[in-house]
T-cell receptor
């Protein structure tokens, strides 16, 4: 596979469930990102990992827990979510965090919290 | 916080030209990006401007004026497949990307 892949593509979960979103990049990049995209709202940056270290946490509630075991993989662990957390969760990667390069996005996981 | 404004929706006819404006107010500036996002798909990179002026890439062009905090994306010879959401994003002094809410372009036959 090429580019950035995300699984699952769709997820329905109850407020008491625990689930994980997975992202994998096949581009040899060093930085990875989680974004939240709600309907008619701008993409919101959630977390940034650079060289497998978390360098950004944009005041995201603790019910979202990221994990970056290596430079190719990024997870978002979900626990006791709220209905307002229903959104499209996008993963992205880039060569490095501060350079002139662009970010490449995965197709996203469409999450519905009941 | 960062403020990035773009129109919500635009409609145009196949073969026509559409210009999507984006204005921004951010803490510092390290480049402006345009992305295209088809429904249910990933945003894909279209263009990058860091200096004033026009960047042309085939049917798509992007313009930047840093002094005015203004950019536009110009789509020429519109095709049905150009129907999508177009996202303006600005990288600030901390190299964080902030996005506008996106402009949905509908191309009609």
């Amino acid at each position: 596979e090429t580019g950035v892949t995300q699984t699952p593509r769709h997820l329905v979960m109850g407020m008491t469930n625990k689930k994980s979103l997975k992202c994998e990049q096949h581009l040899g990049h060093n930085a990875m990102y989680w974004y939240k995209q709600s309907a008619k709202k701008p993409l919101e940056l959630m977390f940034v990992y650079s060289l497998e270290e978390r360098v950004e946490n944009n005041s995201v509630p603790s019910r979202f827990s990221p994990e970056c075991p290596n430079s190719s993989h990024l997870f978002l662990h979900l626990h006791t979510l709220q209905p307002e957390d229903s959104a499209l969760y996008l993963c992205a990667s880039s060569q490095e965090r501060g350079g002139a390069e662009t970010q490449y996005f995965g197709p996203g996981t469409r999450l519905l919290v009941l | 916080g960062q403020n990035i404004d773009q129109p919500t929706e635009m409609t145009a006819t196949e073969g026509a030209i559409v210009q999507i404006n984006c204005t921004y107010q951010t803490s510092g500036f390290n480049g402006l990006f345009w992305y295209q996002q088809h429904a249910g798909e990933a945003p894909t990179f279209l263009s990058y401007n860091v200096l004033d002026g026009l960047e042309e890439k085939g049917r798509f062009s992007s313009f930047l004026s840093r002094s005015k905090g203004y950019s536009y994306l110009l789509l020429k010879e519109l095709q049905m497949k150009d129907s999508a959401s177009y996202l303006c994003a600005v990288r600030d002094e901390d190299y964080k990307l902030s996005f506008g809410a996106g402009t949905t372009v509908t191309v009609r036959a």
